[in-house]
């Protein structure tokens, strides 16, 4: 009981004290490893051939957040801040620095330029990796004025965070206390038609579904009271959002390295 205890108040201080950079570990994980699942032969080798001994898609999938605080030019292109009323267009709500609809061609062109190094390209498939997740991530699409969710404070499930933290990461440790098979039900292997339906489109479609989330559920379900206390039924109604979100974009991240390396 004791360190059941402990656990607990050092994952919630982990959890209040950690600036939420996208998906949290367990996101990128599963995404890296749905991924992997479903790249071509060809995409398989090319992408091994920039990987070292030992790592794969799910292990380098968050290092654009390890290298965050010494690439600053990179802080921007985790998200979007697009208000839930804007239905449209994205490009205004994207700095010049860039953002992560704008980040991913760039991206996608340095991963595909055999002129380049190839530690230019292992970097370039890093962050790639990365910013597909994180665009399905519905707190990095949209915001109310509130750095996507950032300044949101909320209680779920004993952690005091913010609901850009709770998206993240704390609704994705919950699901997994109550289901354990939870991470191995999205990582199933998808078949031909499902494949096809979901790798339709590119980020700047995309990013409208994360959108829609957040407009429809992440913020109209909130409590009005701050911190926000999310409770089950918060989290039951968003559910089915994080899986589908999940499995998404590992479908998605695996179709584009089949498409950039499957030459
Ligand atoms: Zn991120």
Redesign the pocket.
Known sequence: MKTQLAALLATAALLSSTPA???GREGHIIIGKLASLHLSSQARSQVAALLNPGETLESVSTW??EVRSNRPESSTW?YINIPITANSSWRKYCPDSGCVVSIIPGMERRLADRSLSRDQRREALFFLV??IA?LHQPM?IADMGDRGGNDVPTVYNSYAGNLHGTWDTGLILGYKQTDAAMFDRIALRAGFWERRRITRGGPEQWIWEAHAISRDVAYPDLPKQRPALLGQDYARAARPHVERQLRRAGLRTASVLNRILGR
Do not use: T
């Open positions: 950079f996208g998906w654009a957040d985790h990365h910013f994180d990095h």
